[in-house]
């Protein structure tokens, strides 16, 4: 089953934090493809560092709980701290942001990301791997929910990866 990542850092050397988190999630998975690096400002247009993203897309055999326990395990194995702020800084954060079209609506998660088709920096990368890409609730595509962003957060490739 093909399971879409988005992988973001802001604390340390995030570009660090997230190329090992590529390798880790890669030597359990199989890596289909992998976007390029972006660089965006805060989603709070705070006085954060800029956040480094971006999106893979990866075989998975898992549940999607059994998904979210590997991830928050890798998370820890990396270096998170836990951030007494929703949306504060972070040395890793990975979010699942779809599972082969999946819809789940539970406490600890929700597939696909509830936030996803106002980010930037989960849009951008996404379509960099999947120009096709249809978000299974609105039906929408991947241009159009790129079109309807109201704050592309100042987004800037990074680090071209194709």
């Known amino acids: 089953m093909s399971v879409l990542l988005g992988i973001g850092s802001n604390l340390g ?50 549940s999607p709980d059994e998904l979210l326990q590997f991830i928050k395990e890798l998370e820890v194995y990396i270096g998170r701290n836990k951030n007494p702020l929703y949306w504060g800084a972070r040395e890793i954060d990975i979010d699942i942001i779809d599972r082969n079209g999946t819809v789940l609506d539970c406490d600890r998660l929700t597939i696909p990301h509830k936030c996803m088709s106002e ?44």
Do not use: G, W
Request: charged share 30%.
């Open 119 to 162: 980010r930037s920096f989960v849009l951008i990368p996404l379509k960099e791997i999947d120009e096709n890409y249809i978000h299974p609730i609105t039906l929408k595509s991947i241009d159009e929910m790129v079109s309807q962003l109201k704050d592309d957060l100042n987004i800037q490739i990074v680090d071209n990866t194709q």
């Open 13 to 62: 050397d995030s570009k660090a934090f997230i190329a090992q988190a590529v390798t880790l999630i890669s030597e359990r998975f199989i890596l289909l493809k992998e976007s390029s690096l972006y660089e965006t400002v805060s989603l709070l247009r705070d006085d954060q560092r800029n956040y480094y993203n971006k999106v893979i897309s990866i075989e998975c055999d898992l």
